[in-house]
C-alpha cells in the first residue's frame, strides 16, 4: 500500500505533470511573470466555469476577503458577523480594518454558521455577514440572503474550502459557491480544493460597480496608471500561479467527485458506529437534495471531518498516527477564545456548538489519490478503536 498522505499533492502532479509543465514553460518563455496572458486567460476560464461577471486575482486568499471587505466600502466600527468555528483569516481581516468582528456559535450538523445565532447578532451597526463554506459544504445561504435582504447586510462569502460546490436554492435555482452574496472570495493555497503550487487567491462578484473598485484596490488603488484614487494594496496572482490553475481548472468537477467518492466510502464504513457522527447535510433542508442528503454536489469535501463522541477524539489522533493514518484536528480552539479574538461582550453560553465541536472533530485524509486499499485500511483501523 502506498504511503496515505493528508493531501497528495504529488500523486496529483504526476497526473497532470504534462500539462502543468506545459503552462509554467510558456510563462518562462515569455519572462511575463506579472499580470501575463495566463492570469487573463484564467480570470476569464473562471468567470466562465462559476457562470459569473467578474473574478479578480489577487495574492491569496486572506488578502481576498480584506480586499472584498475594502471595496465594499466598510468603515471602522461597523459590526461584521462571522462564525466562530472557521480558519482564523476570516476573522483576521475584520479585526485588521478596524470593524468589530461578531462571532456566532455554528449549526451542529453543517458545522456552518447558525441562523438563529446570526439573527441574534443583528444590532443597527451590523453591516455584513461573511459565510464561511466550510469544510467544502455550502452554508445556508437561502437563509443568510434572506436575512441580509431584510437587515439590508452584505454577504462577503469566504470561499476558501468550497470552490467547484453548487448550492440549490428552496426555488430550484443552481448557483456556485462564492458567486451568489455581493462578494465571494478564495485561496488557490495547494492544499485548497484547486490548489496553485504557491499562494493565490480570487475575488468573485456580480456587480460591475464593485468589480471596477476592486480592481483598482488590487493595484495600489489605481485606475488610471499612477493616479491613486483610494488608499490600495500590492495583490497579485502571479503569471506561473496562474499557468498552474488554468491547467488544473478544466479538473475541478473530476475533483470534486474523487473527494465526494472518498467521502462516500468513508461514510458508508462508519454509518454503524454508534460513537462516530459522519458529515452529512441534514440541515440545509433548503437543499433540492432533499431533507436529508449524504454525498451531493453543494459539499466539495474540503475536508471530512468525523465527530467522536465517546470522548476518546484525542486518543484516536494518536492512535492514527502510531499506524501512519495523518489526521487533523480543524480547528482545536474557537476563535472566541483566541487570546487574539476575545471580546467581553461574548459568553461561554453562546457558543455551546463551536465549544462541543473544538472536542470531537477530526479530519481524515482527503484528496483526488486516495486508493481503496488505503480507505479500507484507514476506516478498518478506525472502527477497531472506536467502537
Ligand atoms: C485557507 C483559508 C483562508 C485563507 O487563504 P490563504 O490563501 O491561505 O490566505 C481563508 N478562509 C478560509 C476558510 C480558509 O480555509
Given amino acids: 500500500m502506498k504511503k496515505i498522505q493528508m493531501v497528495d499533492l504529488q500523486g496529483q502532479y504526476e497526473q497532470i ?3 502543468v509543465n506545459t503552462s509554467i514553460q510558456e510563462v518562462l518563455n515569455t519572462s511575463s511573470y506579472i499580470n501575463g496572458p495566463l492570469v487573463h486567460e484564467f480570470q476569464a476560464d473562471l468567470e466562465k466555469y462559476l457562470d459569473v461577471k467578474h473574478v479578480i486575482p489577487c495574492a491569496n486568499g486572506t488578502d481576498a476577503l480584506q480586499i472584498a471587505m475594502m471595496g ?14 472557521t480558519f482564523a483569516a476570516t476573522v483576521e481581516v475584520i479585526a485588521l480594518l478596524k470593524l468589530t468582528p461578531v ?20 444590532t443597527p451597526k451590523t453591516k455584513a455577514i461573511v459565510p464561511v463554506h ?16 431584510q437587515y439590508n447586510l452584505f454577504v462577503i462569502e469566504d470561499n476558501a474550502q468550497a470552490i467547484g460546490a453548487n448550492y440549490t436554492f428552496k426555488n430550484g435555482k443552481k448557483q456556485k459557491a462564492g458567486t451568489i452574496g455581493n462578494v465571494g472570495t478564495t485561496s488557490f493555497f495547494p492544499s485548497k480544493n484547486l490548489g496553485c503550487y504557491g499562494d493565490g487567491g480570487a475575488i468573485f462578484t456580480n456587480d460591475d460597480e464593485l468589480a ?21 494594496v500590492n495583490s497579485r ?15 475541478l468537477d473530476s475533483y470534486c467527485n474523487a473527494r465526494r467518492n472518498a467521502a462516500r466510502f468513508y461514510n458508508n464504513a462508519f454509518s454503524n458506529n454508534p460513537n462516530i457522527i459522519t458529515p452529512t447535510t441534514k440541515s440545509n433542508a433548503t437543499n433540492s437534495c432533499g431533507e436529508i442528503c449524504d ?24 492512535h492514527l498516527l502510531d499506524k501512519g493514518i495523518p489526521n487533523a484536528i480543524y480547528y482545536p480552539v474557537a476563535l472566541h477564545a483566541q487570546k487574539a ?25 482527503m484528496h483526488t489519490e486516495l486508493e481503496k486499499e488505503q480507505l479500507e485500511f484507514i476506516t478498518e483501523t478506525i472502527n477497531q478503536f472506536i467502537k
Avoid: W
Avoid at 471596477?212 to 491613486?228: A, C, D, W
Fill in 72 to 85: 465594499l466600502g466598510l468603515e471602522q466600527g461597523d459590526e461584521v458577523i462571522t462564525a466562530d468555528f
Fill in 341 to 365: 479574538y476575545q471580546d467581553s461582550r461574548y459568553k461561554e453560553s453562546d457558543f455551546p456548538v463551536t465549544n462541543e465541536l473544538i472536542k470531537t472533530v477530526i479530519s481524515l485524509p
Fill in 295 to 318: 454525498v451531493c454536489d453543494c459539499h466539495v469535501f474540503h475536508q471530512y471531518t468525523l465527530q467522536i463522541t465517546n470522548g476518546k477524539r484525542d486518543e484516536l489522533h494518536k
Fill in 103 to 122: 462571532l456566532v456559535d455554528v449549526d451542529k450538523n453543517t458545522f456552518n454558521i447558525d441562523i438563529e445565532a446570526l439573527k441574534k447578532a443583528i
Fill in 134 to 149: 466550510l469544510f467544502g459544504q455550502v452554508a445556508n445561504m437561502d437563509a443568510v440572503m434572506g436575512i441580509a435582504k
Fill in 237 to 251: 496572482l502571479d503569471s506561473i500561479q496562474a499557468g498552474v490553475l488554468k491547467a488544473k481548472l478544466p479538473l
Fill in 212 to 232: 471596477h473598485t476592486l480592481r483598482g484596490i488590487v493595484n495600489h488603488g489605481m485606475y488610471t496608471r499612477y493616479y491613486h484614487d483610494v488608499v490600495g
Fill in 17 to 19: 505533470k504534462e500539462t
